[in-house]
């Protein structure tokens, strides 16, 4: 079974930056493309970044665009989100996904196979 742990979460103030992590076990890694997901309280789960399985294509949410960039470590199962130029209005829990044998480019959160429990981000204005 596919286990995601997130961390790298905290306090930043605005134009700052944070990098998250996620730990990726119980399954072979590189079969599943990846992604970032948050959600603000009271909202849904928004998407955020992807990535292929090989790691050659990212997806970004226009809201990320240019300020986020995800990444993966096949050799260590991580999948990483650099977060960059933090918006107050970023501020949500963070969580990663995994979806096997999938070569699209479209992800949400409910057609995702696996999903970690999240790591808070707070930016603080």
């Known amino acids: 079974q596919v286990k995601l742990v997130e961390s790298g979460g905290g306090l930043v103030q605005a134009g700052g930056s944070l990098r998250l992590s996620c730990d990726f076990s119980g399954g072979t890694f590189d079969q599943y493309s990846m992604g970032w997901f948050r959600q603000a309280p009271g909202k849904e789960h928004d998407f955020v970044a992807a990535?292929?399985?090989?790691?050659?294509?990212?997806y970004y949410s226009e809201s990320v665009k240019g300020r986020f960039n995800i990444s993966r470590d096949q050799s260590e199962k991580k999948v990483f989100l650099q977060m960059n130029s933090l918006k107050p209005e970023d501020t949500a829990r963070y969580y990663c996904?995994?979806?096997?044998?999938?070569?699209?480019?479209?992800?949400?959160?409910?057609?995702?196979?696996?999903w970690g429990r999240g790591t808070l981000v707070t930016v603080s204005s």
């Open positions: 996904a995994g979806r096997r044998y999938y070569s699209g480019g479209v992800f949400i959160w409910r057609q995702m196979d696996s």
């Open positions: 990535i292929s399985w090989s790691g050659y294509s990212t």
